[in-house]
């Protein structure tokens, strides 16, 4: 290539300008110096600027890009020789400014790069650059990262068995950011690292984390109106730069070092056997609807990012809920997402992802759903990802709902209906005993029509959008004033009981403690891939907020005395998870089908208070009971929602005994016995409390 001028900065260090490579897209080095390569298909002029420091407000060289030399096809992309990684840069792109076509260009913008693998929020003000304030004083900035050179010591993604695997959702900073946590870097992934102990003995296999991809916490202009507390962008489903860790999270400041900082986090995590799945936001950005700022894809070419409105394509379509909604099956964004996927496979080593509202990744440029979405095929049949663990919130803000039937074969869903089923079961709602029956043997009404199996299911009760477990058995209605939308945010179905008093109520503790087991242990006994929500395990409260989005305080916190306080809950959860990973009888790959085992017993059989009689269509039934055959073991379950105590009758197996294993109505440690403590059980029923499950193990 040739050679262009040589430049001299502010810095007194000479770089030389080539023409550099339209692939790969962002800032790659070398050992020469820097690649950057940019998208845009409709602008007319692309200026790199190069930053020494974080902070500084003036560029020590500015790049026009001269389309004759630096552009090929649409990629603008120039060769810096002689800089180093560690430097910042932004780019301000011209072009028309039509919003009769969609076009947004202003190069009065800062805009950050797409593909950067660092970013600096130093100087970044919302307020100011909203106002329209000079952005190289109050702008963001991407850096220039190396990443090659970090030691894995060996690592790899865990590529775990799906049926084996028991998900605990939690977000990164609020798991150690309260001062009851005694970490050494309190919200950090550095704090993850040191409550691995904590997660190890919980025995769960994979942690799932809300967004970690960089976002902007003051992206909010509301405050709390009870506290007078500034609200904040917690949850973090606003993405900034998506091949950047969130800083928020890191030790720290310089965006250089986010990328190692996560990966210490999931290097430590594999070794204690735990994978990591992310939660990603394809789904829509930061940058908002028509009044939102112009960041990145709208000042880099809006048209092609964004759905935009028929006939008036100065607004954003909606799908999303959020303001706009990425136009992820054009095949620029396509490529930006699955180049973006790689990269926190193959260079960060997670283990899988979870799509927030993935249906939208189904719909075409057209903004209607795709029967064969290329995006979401490319992602199935992708090698990079073909250990992956890939999880679709199966629908969307505008109405399209594709649990059971989301595009491809391998997509496991966030299963609704799970949740909503036994939700009203365990809450005490009558007519439900098919509907409960097919969710504990793993929805096969949902997922065999279309050639799924019970892995397909992501089981879950409780997630970050809603109640906690202890909420959902402590208020009937929601109490989100706290969020400064009058309450009228957050869903109004809960499928929630208060039992008689909204919030805490000493005499209501010992049938709430229940429930919360119940819930549990439907969860653990049910086929498909079980999903805790962080802190369910010590009965940790939003105090009735099912929308605590906005909330970097105690009242999203993990709360590390909780442990101690319900230790009874948390021994019983751990067991629980212990039993499920002990007994095969409930991680089944393939849907049970009644087939019997050596000693003719079918690997599931129905029943109701009485034997053969599980009274699947009965409107006022609350009680359902089932055998699972094992070639070792076999186990009866009973579970009695009803309001009142009822005699179930046991089956008999010739030359077995029944023990009981498990009474939800008893205190800990009766309600799940520990190895030789287990009571045998010699009558031909037993009497069920109200509201309780019991778990007997034949042998």
Known sequence: ?????????????????????????????????????????????????LFETETATEPFLEIPLDPRAHKTFFFWHVYVRGLTPGVHYAYRVDGPFDLARGHRFDAKKLLIDPYARGLSMALWDRARYMRGDDPLTCGMRSVVVDTSGYDWEGDRPLNLPMRETVIYEMHVGGFTQSPTSGVKHPGTFAGVIEKIPYLKSLGITAVELLPVFAFDPTELDRVDPVTGETLTNYWGYSTVSFFTPHLGYCRSTHGADAIDEFRDMVKALHRAGIEVILDVVFNHTSEGDHWGPTLSFKGLDNSIYYHLEPGHPEHYRNFSGCGNTLNCNHPVVDKFIMECLKFWVTEMHVDGFRFDLGSILTRGEDGRPLPNPPVVWGIELSDEFSRSKIIAEAWDAAGLYQVGYFPGRRWADWNGQYRDDIRRFVRGDRGLIGKVASRIAGSSDIYQPNHRYPINSINFVTCHDGFTLNDLVSYAHKHNLANGEMSRDGTNDNWSANYGTEGYDASLEPLRNRQIKNFLAILMLSQGVPMLYAGDEVRRTQHGNNNAYCHDNELNWFDWTLPAKHADVLRFTRKLIAFRDEHDHFTRHHFLTGERNTRGVPDIEWHGCHLHAPGMDDPASGVLAFTMGGEVHDFHVMLNMEPAALAFEIPQLPGRSWKRLVDTALESPLDFADPGHELLITEPTYLVTDRSIVILQGT
């Open 1 to 49: 290539m040739p050679t262009l001028d040589r430049l001299t900065a502010n810095t007194a260090r000479s770089y030389t300008l080539e023409e550099g490579h339209f692939s790969p897209l962002g800032a790659t080095p070398d050992a020469d110096g820097v690649n950057f390569s940019l998208f845009s298909q409709h602008a007319t002029a692309v200026t790199l600027l």
